[in-house]
């Protein structure tokens, strides 16, 4: 670079540097988007043209925008597209100067990406590329040949299929939609890429420009593919989701388009966020964007849609085929006979909806039906609402045999659900800052009314066929999905949302007709859907009296099947990382121990219960050639509670593994695969204080999480410790992993070494920015003769490591531990004990080390 070039790169860096450090002080002084969009490209615009100017280029070259530049449009961090179009091929000497030119670019601190090409070159681009053809769609003319860029885009246009088109960009947006998993409601949306995002608004404007049907709203407007209404929402959305990345880069320096927990609550502040109730400022700005980004899905679909149908007109369609005086079938869609349909038949909004659930052989609705019903969800007022006509039909939409959850996305989709239920439109949105919720209130309560719905059909049996087995013969299980539908709808409000829920779903069975057997079911799942998850996974369920307390508070079978299959697919509507088969295997065992003791009516006295599971261990040890006899020394070593705290299997492994050995001075370790999925692991060596703190150090560092313990000390002082193991760490396989456990574990604990601390791991982002509180009680357990600890806290590595460092060093005991790990957040319970606990002032220092421990 010669002395020129440092000179003006120098000039033109710093001048860019100030202009744009104006333009973005007085954005924030007063916020306009369009405005700043269009002068930060403007002066983008002036910068290169001097560029151009100063490299003297030949006057039949030509420099043209591309891509989001070429609308005109620059954000803070955004790359600068350009096109170096050339009348034919570069020599040597051209080259060398356009390279000379790029560099500059970056010398002065523009981010260009660039092309340079002559007007057959990017032809053929195009051709195979669909994202080469979008950017040169919106070409614009910078400096030099002004007649070749004219030529250019002639024959661009002459070239591009409208039609393929439309159909490549409909695909493209699929293909990226799933990549979002096709919701824009993810925890840490991207404002530019996700559904809902501005590419979805972008997209529009492409395919409507490629059609010649104009090149923004108001052109669109104008053409009648936009409603007045529609191209207001549209405005309002466009400038929401630009406002909200043009502060993402401002804020983050950079181009970041992605929501993350790491700015949301800046982001809120910067952008005067204020909350109206208890939620976070950055909870009220994410439930605006997530209402933005829906909206521009909907919108996005019905302009899609009808700028489809006014660029490739069906063919071969057979003549409409009425279904009633309000509507009829079109091809594959539902249509109205006449524009007004909802204006004179409001009801007509429902059971559109209706239709749509017995003809499953439909696409969807029409072009000119979504239209409608997008202007008529407006008519969806407090009388509609009290319409009996309409409660009934709202009703029948949960009775329906087949298409229950399209109904009900759709209805969300396009408003009509939140219009009819303000309570539910008062959701939509919503987030959970819960650690284990990966869903929006509105699309947690879809996705568990979608995993009840796939219990009744036949090609998702196989998941999971128990449940599927209850379901098809649970009588009238749409109860079932009016309870999903409310069992969260009062998340938000303030007090137990249950309890709230309770009242709305009562009011809603009133006024809906429900019989009164039916809406009792109903009401009582809403206040009781937590109950099964928390007895399951915090409570032994191998304990008769847990499982009698349960059966009593549940009733009878039908609450049972109803509130057992509730919990199954509402753990799994909440993320991907909360639900495993130990959970699935517990909820099963509650479910059917609860059963045979409602079926039975009398509650099994634990003697009963020891003698039952005894009889059926010995019988399992038949079938490996045991005798009868084999148990007698072993099992006088344990007391009531080991039997009543394992099952029969468990009892006979456990035979199996020590009947030979009890008096054994070496530690001996067993794993196996549990068929709850993880690893099931037996510890027996000789008791000492700190033998659970080496082994959950060992665990740690192996990659496993005690989901389960049963802490066992025999008779004669042997400790015999059963753990319930799931893999974090991607092991190899769990069957890889059982002989390097019982060698290793079994090593470390006879050399009786200190244990290892477990590798601290780093905290996710969403456990940094959103907390949980840690929280301790320590109470006596129902029998009075321990007491039961339990505490909430951030999940991270080790945890259960160091709180039993702490228990260990204020010298208790662990008898039984229960891990319940929900996404990011545990709460666990340990059956403990020893001498100070019985002390308040022992009893008070364990309390704050804890607290110190789980705040770490």
Not at 30 to 49: K, S
Not at 386 to 404: A, C, D, H, S, T
Not at 502 to 530: K, Q
Not at 649 to 663: G, K, P, S
Request: with cysteine; proline share 4%.
């Amino acid at each position: 670079m010669n002395a020129d070039d440092l000179a003006l790169t120098g000039t033109l860096r710093e001048a860019l540097r100030t202009k744009r450090k104006a333009l973005a002080d007085e954005y924030v002084a007063t916020p306009n988007a369009a405005l700043y969009l269009a002068e930060h490209a403007c002066l983008v615009d002036g910068v290169l043209a001097r560029l151009w100017a100063y490299m003297d280029f030949p006057p039949e070259l030509t420099l043209a925008a591309v891509g989001g530049f070429g609308r005109g449009e620059l954000y803070p961090g955004s790359d600068v597209d350009l096109l170096i179009l050339l009348p034919a091929e570069a020599d040597a000497a051209l080259q060398e100067k356009l390279a000379r030119l790029v560099s500059l670019f970056w010398d002065i601190g523009l981010e260009v990406g660039h092309s340079v090409r002559t007007i057959a070159e990017c032809l053929k681009a195009t051709a195979g590329d669909i994202t080469i053809q979008t950017a040169l769609l919106e070409s614009r003319h910078l400096i030099g040949n002004a007649a070749l860029h004219q030529d250019f885009q002639a024959r661009f246009a002459d070239q591009l299929d409208p039609q393929a088109f439309l159909i490549a960009k409909r695909l493209e947006q699929e293909e990226r939609h799933q990549r979002y998993q096709d919701t824009p409601y993810s925890l840490e949306p991207d404002c530019k890429e996700s559904p809902g995002g501005l590419r979805d608004l972008q997209n529009i404007l492409w395919v409507a420009k490629a059609g010649g049907y104009g090149a923004n709203w108001r052109e669109l407007k104008a053409r009648r593919l936009l409603s007045r209404d529609g191209h207001v929402q549209l405005r309002q959305c466009e400038n929401t989701l630009q406002n909200l990345r043009i502060r993402l880069h401002l804020l983050t320096g950079r181009r970041e388009d992605k929501l993350l927990f790491d700015h949301q609550e800046a982001l809120a502040s910067v952008m005067g966020v204020v909350s109206p109730d208890a939620r976070r400022p950055s909870e009220v700005l994410m439930q605006s964007y997530y209402r933005t980004a829906k909206r521009v899905t909907q919108l996005n679909a019905i302009l899609l849609q009808n700028i489809a149908a006014e660029l490739i007109p069906a063919v071969d369609v057979p003549p409409p085929r009425p279904l009633n005086a309000r509507f009829r079938i079109l091809g594959e869609f539902l249509d109205l006979t006449h524009a007004k349909v909802f204006e004179e038949h409001p009801s007509a909004l429902l059971e559109s909806f209706l239709l749509l659930q017995a003809h499953p052989e439909l696409r969807g609705m029409s072009a000119r039906t979504l239209r409608a019903l997008w202007r008529g969800r407006v008519l969806i007022t407090p009388d509609f609402r009290r319409n009996p006509e309409n409660r009934r039909l709202f009703l029948r939409l949960f009775q329906g045999g087949q298409g229950v959850v399209h109904a009900f996305r759709r209805m969300n989709q396009y408003d009509i659900l939140g219009n009819y239920l303000p309570a539910f439109g008062k959701i939509v949105g919503q987030m959970q800052h819960d650690l284990f919720h990966a869903y929006t209130v509105d699309q947690h309560i879809l996705q568990v009314l979608r995993n009840l719905r796939r219990f009744a059909v036949e090609e998702f049996a196989h998941e999971y066929p128990y449940c599927s087995r209850l379901h098809n013969a649970f009588a009238r299980p749409w109860t079932l999905y009016v309870a999903a539908l409310f069992h969260d709808i009062a998340k938000g409000r303030g007090g137990d949302h249950s309890l709230l829920g309770m009242e709305d779903a009562r009011a809603f069975c009133a006024g809906h007709y429900v019989d009164a057997e039916d809406a009792e079911l109903i009401v009582w799942l809403v206040g009781a859907h937590l109950y099964m998850s928390q007895v399951a996974q915090k409570e032994d369920i191998a304990d008769p009296e847990v499982v009698a307390a349960f059966a009593g508070k549940v009733g009878n079978a039908r609450r049972l099947t109803a509130l057992y299959l509730l919990t199954v697919a509402d753990i799994r509507g909440t993320s991907p990382k909360v639900w495993n088969n130990w959970k699935a295997k517990l909820l099963e065992d509650l479910y059917r121990l609860t059963l045979r003791y409602l079926e039975t009516g009398t509650p099994q006295e634990p003697q009963g219960v020891i003698q039952e599971r005894q009889a059926e261990a010995m019988s399992l040890l038949r079938y490996f050639a045991l005798s009868d006899t084999v148990h007698e020394r072993l099992w006088k070593q344990f007391d009531t509670v080991y039997f009543l705290r394992h099952t029969a299997e468990e009892i006979a492994w456990h035979t199996r593994a020590l009947h030979y050995r009890i008096d054994i001075d070496k530690p001996v370790v067993k794993a196996r695969v549990h068929p709850g999925g993880g690893l099931q692991v037996m510890a027996y060596a000789g008791d000492r204080p700190d033998l659970f703190l080496r082994m959950a150090a060992f665990f740690a560092r192996a990659g496993y999480s005690i989901a389960e313990a049963k802490l066992h000390t025999t008779r004669h002082g042997y400790a015999l410790d059963s753990f319930i193991l799931l893999d974090v760490a991607g092991n190899a396989s769990d069957r890889d992993m059982i002989a390097f456990i019982e060698t290793e574990l079994a090593a470390r604990l006879a050399e009786g070494v200190p244990a290892e601390a477990p590798a601290q791991g780093r905290l996710s982002r969403q456990v940094r920015h959103f907390p949980v509180t840690p929280e301790i009680h320590i109470h006596p357990d129902e029998r009075g003769d321990q007491q039961a600890l339990s505490l909430i806290a951030v999940d991270r590595p080790g945890l259960l490591y160091h709180i039993a460092v702490v228990l260990a060093r204020h010298n208790i005991a662990i008898n039984a531990a229960r891990i319940s790990t929900l996404g990011e957040r545990v709460e666990d319970t340990f059956l403990i004990s020893g001498p100070a606990l019985n002390k308040r002032a022992p009893r008070l220092k364990l309390e704050q080390d804890l607290l110190a421990a789980l705040s770490l």
